[in-house]
């Protein structure tokens, strides 16, 4: 398995930036599909954006235009830059790793991203 470890969250305003970093260690990190998740309080873990191995990338419809996924193979590290935000983005982030056979089999703990009205 992948180890996951999450940064970059806070308290920003309605209309601000974070980036969110994952780094990873444990395996071939440019080999694995990675994501982002989110979960917000007294809700379930909902999809926000993955990226594959080619750098294909895919968004929920939620965040499609205000955040970017990517990853820097070199530094074993994803991001995700999350532009024009909205309270109801507030969220714990999760980072995951896997493969196309076994997705989204490792996790991060978690980083908390609130974002007041």
């Known amino acids: 398995q992948v180890q996951l470890v999450e940064s970059g969250g806070g308290l920003v305003q309605a209309g601000g930036s974070l980036r969110l970093s994952c780094a990873a260690s444990g395996r071939t990190f440019s080999n694995y599909l990675m994501g982002w998740f989110r979960q917000a309080p007294g809700k379930e873990r909902v999809f926000v954006a993955n990226?594959?191995?080619?750098?294909?990338?895919s968004y929920a419809d939620s965040v499609k235009g205000r955040f970017t996924i990517s990853r820097d193979n070199a530094k074993n590290t994803l991001y995700l830059q999350m532009d024009s935000l909205k309270p109801e983005d507030t969220a714990v982030y999760y980072c995951?790793?896997?493969?196309?056979?076994?997705?989204?089999?490792?996790w991060g703990r978690g980083t908390q991203v609130t974002v007041s009205s």
């Open positions: 990226i594959k191995y080619t750098g294909y990338r």
């Open positions: 995951t790793a896997g493969t196309t056979t076994v997705p989204y089999s490792s």
